[in-house]
């Protein structure tokens, strides 16, 4: 257990649709990055907050945002659904800003019919 | 922009053969670099981390990698596999002004018992 939790681990969800996905960061980290991983894109860094602000910006789609909440949770919206969007969505956290050591969550499945 | 190149898709080994996934890199400057394994179902999990000093890096499980600046690698190794290493591992890397990670495209390993 790597201390990072993801809700929910499994959507399924139609296209068109929005989803939104939480993330808690390890007890004390700061940092929270987004990663998606799908099979023709491996896994793609999309987004880092840190201590609420965003840090880093990766390949993210207009589509999707993240925002990183006072209690250093955050949650990443995907909208308007398209099939290509079915992925494993990956949230990390890390102490610091710098990310020198990340910590992965399980994940959660998104699948879009 | 730098990438990660993990040059063997899948890799098929019997217990007790010794390991050797490859991993190339192509920023020149300072490099943080990673192997994760990623066991089915299961997030990514930290294996070894190299930021200086030794460039023989040991890790958990018996994994070790080796750090070779003049070719810009980064190979894992496991003197002798078990069924239970089979996943599929990632390497990645941070240059020293990004705050997030590049991920090769991952290299599959099954352990046929």
């Known amino acids: 257990d790597s201390g990072v939790t993801q809700t929910p681990k499994h959507l399924i969800t139609a296209t068109g649709q929005r989803v939104t996905l939480r993330c808690s960061p390890r007890?004390?980290?700061?940092?929270v990055y987004w990663y998606q991983q799908s099979l023709d894109q491996g896994l793609q860094f999309l987004i880092q907050?840190?201590?609420?602000?965003?840090?880093a910006k990766g390949n993210i789609l207009e589509r999707f945002s993240a925002q990183q909440f006072p209690d250093l949770h955050s949650e990443l919206n995907l909208s308007s659904l398209e099939l290509g969007d079915s992925a494993l969505y990956f949230c990390?956290?890390?102490?610091?800003?710098?990310?020198?050591?990340?910590?992965f969550g399980e994940g959660s499945w998104l699948t879009v019919v | 922009a730098q990438s990660v190149s993990q040059h063997n898709h899948h890799v098929i080994l019997s217990e007790a053969a010794s390991l050797e996934l490859g991993c190339n890199y192509s920023?020149?400057?300072?490099?943080?670099l990673f192997w994760y394994v990623q066991y089915p179902g299961q997030h990514l999990q930290l294996l070894l981390k190299?930021?200086?000093?030794?460039?023989l890096v040991k890790g958990i499980k018996g994994f070790e990698a080796e750090f070779i600046k003049s070719k810009f690698s980064f190979n894992l190794r496991k003197p002798s596999v078990q069924w239970s290493d089979t996943a599929e591992y990632f390497c990645?890397?941070?240059?020293?002004?990004?705050?997030?990670?590049?991920f090769g495209s991952g290299t599959q390993l099954t352990v046929l018992p």
């Open positions: 990390a956290s890390s102490a610091g800003a710098s990310g020198n050591t990340i910590y």
């Open positions: 007890s004390g980290d700061l940092s």
């Open positions: 907050y840190y201590n609420g602000e965003e840090r």
């Open positions: 920023y020149g400057g300072t490099v943080n």
């Open positions: 190299y930021f200086s000093g030794d460039p």
């Open positions: 990645a890397v941070k240059d020293g002004s990004a705050r997030q990670l590049t």
